[in-house]
């Protein structure tokens, strides 16, 4: 026991993974660091080409092609192994760098987030592909852990950092800045890519799913339909958001695993757990600056500290479990949505003014905790029973359902901010929303144990 506990932290950096974890790392840093930075400086973006009608337009661009490329990267992965998607999903990723720092239009920063979105939904899925390749079961919540403190540094630093940069160098810094790591990023994998042999991936027959082209785009429209109707709330919306939304359903039939609906024990209830946590936590993330701001009365800057609570204590928990690579995943999925319910009842608590703020710390670092242990079993669990063929598939279905599941949580929190409150006075309509974002992760609780049983 103690030689194997001396060995759990060298796991990564034993010399045959020393590159591909510093790789990894550095891919999953920089997408972190864009995800946050672009947030901070899009109002000044906007408004230095001119595009101030097209604020949200960005984001949606973005959401499109990250969906709709996860699909199609864990088709490739299947087919081919994720060696051509860590390679053209990269080259992508840095064209979109260029190409948006450079931008003298509105028109063409719109080409480039699309191109970022592009190659941040190919790396999603291939780098989790690797991984499964790459490092034995027993390793993967090491790497996971790792992966989940490399968001740490962006969501702590990310939006000063990015603040800064657009005051003293420009807001075309925020991208082009990170241009020049791409490239070593991708050098550090090469090793890893060239170790990986034919007998290790699949060959391209046999019986696994495949997502087909036409899932993949309706999808995308999809879910960018649904956000775009609640960032901009009305009757034609409603309209045309319930039409996207049957058409998100028929896609997702053949995008998710057989059962997700029903939580059908396996793969069905791995994906639809992950669902119930992003969406429940996204709900959170969403509103939680809105009511420290409304109904508190914090700063901007402080508002939105609880988040970065949430992100260090989402750290340290997927930290812990890294630690403890015997302990039962089926068990810490149930405790992440524990954790999870117990910090959305206090979010709710804190949506009114009787409630002090500073509970809203507690409840971030529950929630953020719930998920550091949840989110990498999850991933595990879903490894663990895919098979070599579909695990292309099952990644990219555990990706959209999270992509989902938070475009309806924070849909529904808009709506309910129209109908019930207003963006200066939310408590009315978070209170519903954590109730019911309770409700869910609640759900997750019954519907693990079930499944454990």
């Known amino acids: 026991m103690t030689q194997a506990r001396e060995r759990r932290p060298a796991v990564l950096w034993t010399p045959e993974h020393r590159a591909t974890t510093a790789g990894l790392l550095l891919v999953v840093t920089l997408i972190a660091f864009e995800n946050l930075g672009v947030a901070t400086a899009m109002p000044t973006m906007v408004a230095d080409l001119d595009g101030t009608a097209l604020y949200s337009w960005p984001f949606t661009a973005f959401l499109v092609a990250s969906v709709a490329a996860t699909v199609l990267s864990g088709r490739l992965c299947d087919l081919r192994g994720p060696v051509p998607s860590l390679l053209v999903g990269p080259a992508v990723f840095l064209a979109g760098l260029l190409v948006a720092g450079a931008a003298p239009t ?147 039939r053949t995008l998710l695993p057989r059962g997700t609906s029903r939580a059908r024990s396996g793969l069905p209830a791995l994906v639809a757990s992950r669902a119930l946590l992003a969406g429940s936590f996204a709900g959170m993330e969403a509103f939680l600056p809105l009511t420290m701001t409304g109904v508190h009365g914090y700063g901007p800057a402080l508002a939105g500290m609880p988040l970065t609570t949430a992100a260090v204590s989402w750290s340290a928990a997927s930290v812990v479990q890294g630690r403890k690579p015997d302990w039962r995943r089926e068990s810490l999925v149930r405790a992440g949505f524990c954790f999870l319910a117990v910090g959305l009842a206090l979010f709710t608590a804190v949506s009114q003014a009787w409630c002090p703020g500073w509970v809203a710390f507690v409840g971030a670092a529950a929630g953020g905790a719930g998920m550091g242990i949840a989110l990498p079993s999850i991933s595990v669990l879903l490894l663990r029973l895919s098979p070599v063929a579909e695990r292309g598939f099952n990644t990219s279905a555990l990706q959209l359902g999270d992509w989902v599941a938070s475009a309806l949580a924070i849909g529904l929190g808009g709506v309910l901010l129209g109908a019930l409150a207003s963006a200066a006075a939310p408590g009315p309509s978070v209170a519903v929303l954590g109730a019911l974002l309770a409700a869910s992760a609640l759900l997750g609780v019954v519907m693990t144990g079930r499944r454990a049983a």
Do not use: K
């Open 106 to 252: 509105m028109e063409v920063l719109l080409a480039g987030r699309f191109l970022q979105g592009l190659g941040t939904g190919t790396l999603l899925v291939a780098t989790s592909v690797l991984i499964a390749l790459v490092f034995t079961d027993r390793e993967r919540p090491v790497i996971y852990a790792a992966n989940a403190a490399a968001w740490v540094l962006p969501a702590v630093l990310g939006p000063p950092v990015a603040g800064l940069v657009t005051v003293h160098f420009g807001w075309r810094w925020v991208f082009l800045g990170l241009a020049p790591l791409v490239p070593v990023g991708v050098a550090l994998l090469i090793p890893a890519l060239r170790r990986i042999t034919r007998a290790g991936q699949p060959d391209g027959e046999g019986g696994g799913r495949r997502a087909s082209v036409w899932a993949a785009v309706s999808a995308a429209l999809g879910i960018a339909a649904l956000t775009w109707a609640a960032q901009h709330p009305s009757s034609l919306a409603a309209g045309y958001g319930l039409a996207e939304l049957v058409l998100l359903a028929a896609a997702l």
